[in-house]
């Protein structure tokens, strides 16, 4: 393969991120409000994707370890769910919220091909690492973790993305992790959802998959509703209250698509609670998250949600 | 003056402020992200700004009543603290959080001519009423905040918009409002702080002030820190723990700037206490909000932050 200067590389990817974003936006406003009008206006100069045919256009094979334009618009084929502080690696995109030090949300598009066990990677020899792309006020440090009690838990799986060393490794940013109760909860019931979530690529010819924390509100006494949740390290890392993920599975045959989504507290939960228990409605995690998941989808290819005919 | 039709209008400030809006992410961006270097590239078609000498292009009383994209680019002069849901009325920005339903920032941009007592606006007039811009899965409600006990408090403060009755109209907007304290916060602190900020007019020929949001963590007898907040009404819209206000004053003579910068608890407070214990580095903020002020303002302008000269 001939080698393209990284500096192009980013180049061309930027051009075609900023074309998608924006007519991302575009599409999904709500109301008239005059930013947003703005998007719709068409941008000379920058190439517009399909959204519908964008994920057959490479094959992964040849992907390789870059994130290209036509990649980022496979992963977000259904629209970003906010715009705050978007990162795009070269096998997920991320956007970061900056007040807690922790991820919005996560996108990754999983295949039988990226899951697939791959000798040639290999997950200890990626080392969690700050995020230097993030301002030095906002970024969490190896340090805010040690000894809070707390794993570094990742929100895009590390064994999501098995192509490439170098995509396993982008998954141990610090960006991409949150504090999750480790035994019981990140060693356990999250990762037998994480491992659901890839056993999906095997019914599924393309699984779009949305993860991110939650603080979840609660009743106190005084009849008051309150959201609380811990903060670790001097960088003040929230330690969120829920996890979610929104599933989306794309079938080969008929095109049909199939939505599941799963709200986890983050505590130890015993090893023998079936993930059925965790099914919300996908609005319910919308709600609670401030964003809106997978709302450029057609709805009339919707086929089941949580297993269940639409 | 001749009347050109809303849409256009619209087109306008649109392609305007994305221009704006894209060069000043460009110019904020910290380290080498895909998607920040996009937005570093030229995009034909679309004007961008000086972000110097904005602020002289239209005088005030020519503004009229619609965000005119020199007056978008006047209240932002020194860059967007952030990019999430920025919505921009005739006489001020915000960006809105989806999650808390309540404002991430507002910004505004005051001449001693915008908040000068006119008898023709009439802040009696003006209606808290719903923003149909947000998502109805997160925008907060006048019921929400019926019974709760806390005051709708204006994040953009109405007196601050006086030239015509649109822009005192649009400050009423709930997104532009987070539960306060009423007696002995919103209507005497809080309010004292708001009329500070306008009497810096008389000192200033441009004032710009951002103001937002906190949710301070505190330590409790685990010896471990929290987050926690009161949520209210069935759209759970956040009470914040804290308020603040970054201020800066351009003087007309030396082409000096002077940065204030304060934190207010959303408590009452005596009405004796003077406005000065509240006074914090601006930087301090800035960790806490997960937001960088006034980051495209030369350092060199700079003549003193809180009344310390620098």
């Given at each position: 393969m001939n080698k393209i200067p990284a500096r192009h590389i980013l180049a061309i990817c930027g051009t075609a991120l900023g074309a998608f974003y924006l007519g991302s936006y575009a599409e999904r406003?709500?109301?008239?409000n005059v930013n947003e009008n703005t998007l719709k206006l068409h941008l000379p100069g920058l190439p517009t994707f399909s959204t519908v045919s964008a994920a057959t256009l490479i094959p992964a094979n040849e992907v390789n370890v870059s994130a290209t334009p036509s990649r980022i618009s496979q992963i977000m084929k259904y629209g970003f769910p906010g715009l705050d502080h978007v990162r795009s690696h070269s096998d997920y995109v991320l956007s970061y919220d900056r007040r807690n030090r922790v991820p919005h949300w996560v996108f990754e598009h999983l295949t039988a091909q990226t899951v697939a066990k791959n000798d040639?990677?290999?997950?200890?020899?990626s080392e969690f690492r700050?995020?230097?792309?993030?301002?030095p006020f906002f970024r969490a440090q190896n340090t805010d973790y040690r000894r809070s009690g707390y794993d570094r838990g990742h929100m895009a799986a590390a064994g999501n993305h098995r192509l490439h060393q170098k995509h396993c490794d982008e998954t141990?940013?610090?960006?991409?992790m949150a504090p999750q109760v480790g035994q019981g909860f990140n060693r356990d019931a999250w990762n037998t959802l994480e491992t659901h979530v890839r056993k999906l690529t095997n019914v599924y010819a393309n699984v779009y998959v949305c993860t991110g924390p939650l603080y979840l509100p609660h009743k106190e006494d005084d009849g008051k509703m309150y959201v609380k949740y811990e903060v670790i390290g001097t960088n003040t890392v929230a330690v969120p209250t829920h996890f979610y993920k929104v599933i989306v599975g794309e079938s080969a045959t008929d095109q049909k698509l199939h939505m599941e989504a799963y709200v986890m507290p983050n505590k130890v939960i015993?090893?023998?609670?079936?993930?059925?228990?965790?099914?919300?409605?996908?609005e319910t995690v919308e709600r609670a998250a401030g964003l809106l998941f997978f709302d450029q989808l057609n709805k009339k290819q919707l086929a089941s949600i949580n297993g269940k005919k639409v």
């Open positions: 406003r709500q109301g008239n040639a990677v290999d997950r200890a020899k700050q995020d230097e792309s993030i301002h141990f940013l610090l960006s991409n015993s090893n023998d609670t079936p993930l059925s228990v965790f099914q919300v409605p996908p």
